[in-house]
């Protein structure tokens, strides 16, 4: 077995055999899902989120594609699309961020519920009734919250800063949506929308990272808030990447690539784990380790195996991304069996509290794409022809 595979077969053991059981038992209850996990087991009573619905719909219905824990996915599956549904989803099209309503519109999860339906299979929720809520979601979206320029608003009356993380996410959705079949021609323009707009002003021309925060016309705010952050510039250089390759685009490709080396160059701890935050000078400003960037390392390394026009290249990246796998794993080493810590400390010590269930989606991820990279070695991704823009 190669390292790839090894890894790969590791990290499937540690979901199949710990993360399902647990999930199943003390994170799934009668309103679907918990938000935290002590490390004794015990829920977190905390309100219940869309996003943690959808991020978890998207979790189960990818190991259920991918043949892990028998039936146990499928039924987890069920159980997040029923408290997604039920709670979660306005027949107007609106999202209702909290269970029980009272909270504003999130553009967030607004992004986390379109990327859930694509994500859906028809056992779960037929493919039909995914795209008539996604039209819905996006009528209402486009009708109140569009940008005079680009992208969305975050609230109305205006709220400012304008924040890069949710587009990220809706770009997420946009292609999982193109990916998962003929779809509304809405996540198309979408894809292009959001990507040219990062490409255009969420990447600092100075230093070439990518930024949070925007003022109302989409100029990098000033304040010491606005910092960068290593998990981001992996996670937009793998949707740069995989948005270059939909439309032969070389430039996103290479944008992509730049912004992925520039978290490998500056982004990493002494014990090789992903930072959290970065000054906008690009000297690390927060070692901590949180979880979540640790998978996007990883994805962003499988694609670019996947992608390497040499073999010397993609072996290069295969084994970043085996390293970086390494690196996530440190993490589940916790008391409770299935179960992680978020944050490592400088030198590996956990910092004592309960466990985000919707961090479930970054390891998921991460995953999938370790798996399709081992099952599609040196394998380009298929490329797509460009499409112009609808104006439905």
């Given at each position: 077995?190669?390292?790839?595979?090894?890894?790969?077969?590791?990290?499937?053991?540690?979901?199949?055999?710990?993360?399902?059981?647990?999930?199943?038992?003390?994170?799934?209850?009668?309103?679907?899902?918990?938000?935290?996990?002590?490390?004794?087991?015990?829920?977190?009573?905390?309100?219940?989120?869309?996003?943690?619905?959808?991020?978890?719909?998207?979790?189960?219905?990818?190991?259920?594609?991918?043949?892990?824990?028998?039936?146990?996915?499928?039924?987890?599956?069920?159980?997040?699309?029923?408290?997604?549904?039920?709670?979660?989803?306005?027949?107007?099209?609106?999202?209702?961020?909290?269970?029980?309503?009272?909270?504003?519109?999130?553009?967030?999860?607004?992004?986390?519920?379109?990327?859930?339906?694509?994500?859906?299979?028809?056992?779960?929720?037929?493919?039909?009734?995914?795209?008539?809520?996604?039209?819905?979601?996006?009528?209402?979206?486009?009708?109140?919250?569009?940008?005079?320029?680009?992208?969305?608003?975050?609230?109305?009356p205006r709220r400012l800063p304008l924040?890069?993380?949710?587009?990220?996410?809706?770009?997420?959705?946009?292609?999982?949506?193109?990916?998962?079949?003929?779809?509304?021609?809405?996540?198309?323009?979408?894809?292009?929308?959001?990507?040219?707009?990062?490409?255009?002003?969420?990447?600092?021309?100075?230093?070439?990272?990518?930024?949070?925060?925007?003022?109302?016309?989409?100029?990098?705010?000033?304040?010491?808030?606005?910092?960068?952050?290593?998990?981001?510039?992996?996670?937009?250089?793998?949707?740069?990447?995989?948005?270059?390759?939909?439309?032969?685009?070389?430039?996103?490709?290479?944008?992509?690539?730049?912004?992925?080396?520039?978290?490998?160059?500056?982004?990493?701890?002494?014990?090789?784990?992903?930072?959290?935050?970065?000054?906008?000078?690009?000297?690390?400003?927060?070692?901590?380790?949180?979880?979540?960037?640790?998978?996007?390392?990883?994805?962003?390394?499988?694609?670019?195996?996947?992608?390497?026009?040499?073999?010397?290249?993609?072996?290069?990246?295969?084994?970043?991304?085996?390293?970086?796998?390494?690196?996530?794993?440190?993490?589940?080493?916790?008391?409770?069996?299935?179960?992680?810590?978020?944050?490592?400390?400088?030198?590996?010590?956990?910092?004592?509290?309960?466990?985000?269930?919707?961090?479930?989606?970054?390891?998921?991820?991460?995953?999938?794409?370790?798996?399709?990279?081992?099952?599609r070695q040196f394998l380009p991704i298929a490329r797509k022809e460009h499409?112009?823009?609808?104006?439905?």
């Amino acid at each position: 077995m190669t390292d790839l595979s090894k890894t790969t077969a590791a990290l499937r053991l540690w979901l199949e055999a710990e993360v399902l059981p647990l999930q199943a038992g003390q994170v799934r209850d009668e309103a679907g899902f918990c938000e935290r996990l002590a490390a004794d087991g015990k829920p977190v009573d905390l309100p219940r989120r869309a996003m943690v619905a959808a991020r978890q719909l998207f979790a189960f219905s990818r190991l259920m594609g991918a043949g892990l824990g028998g039936s146990r996915p499928r039924l987890l599956a069920n159980h997040a699309r029923d408290a997604l549904l039920a709670e979660h989803l306005a027949p107007d099209g609106a999202v209702l961020p909290i269970a029980g309503g009272g909270a504003a519109f999130s553009l967030y999860d607004v992004a986390f519920c379109l990327f859930a339906l694509a994500a859906a299979p028809e056992a779960v929720l037929p493919r039909a009734r995914a795209e008539a809520l996604a039209a819905r979601i996006l009528t209402r979206l486009d009708a109140l919250y569009r940008h005079p320029e680009a992208g969305f608003e975050e609230a109305r009356p205006r709220r400012l800063p304008l924040r890069a993380n949710p587009h990220m996410h809706l770009l997420e959705a946009s292609l999982e949506w193109i990916d998962s079949g003929p779809c509304d021609p809405r996540f198309e323009a979408l894809a292009d929308e959001i990507a040219e707009l990062c490409l255009a002003r969420f990447v600092d021309p100075g230093t070439g990272a990518q930024r949070e925060l925007f003022d109302g016309d989409w100029r990098i705010a000033d304040g010491p808030g606005n910092a960068v952050e290593p998990g981001h510039q992996y996670e937009w250089g793998w949707l740069l990447l995989r948005w270059g390759v939909l439309r032969d685009h070389a430039l996103a490709q290479a944008a992509g690539r730049r912004l992925i080396d520039l978290a490998e160059a500056h982004g990493l701890t002494a014990d090789g784990l992903a930072a959290s935050l970065l000054t906008p000078g690009l000297a690390i400003e927060d070692a901590t380790a949180r979880l979540w960037p640790q998978t996007e390392r990883i994805k962003a390394w499988a694609l670019r195996a996947r992608l390497a026009p040499r073999p010397a290249e993609a072996a290069l990246a295969e084994a970043t991304a085996v390293e970086a796998c390494l690196g996530l794993m440190r993490f589940f080493l916790h008391p409770l069996r299935g179960s992680w810590w978020e944050n490592l400390g400088p030198g590996g010590a956990p910092r004592p509290e309960p466990a985000r269930t919707s961090s479930l989606y970054h390891i998921v991820g991460a995953y999938h794409e370790l798996s399709t990279l081992e099952a599609r070695q040196f394998l380009p991704i298929a490329r797509k022809e460009h499409r112009a823009p609808s104006t439905a």
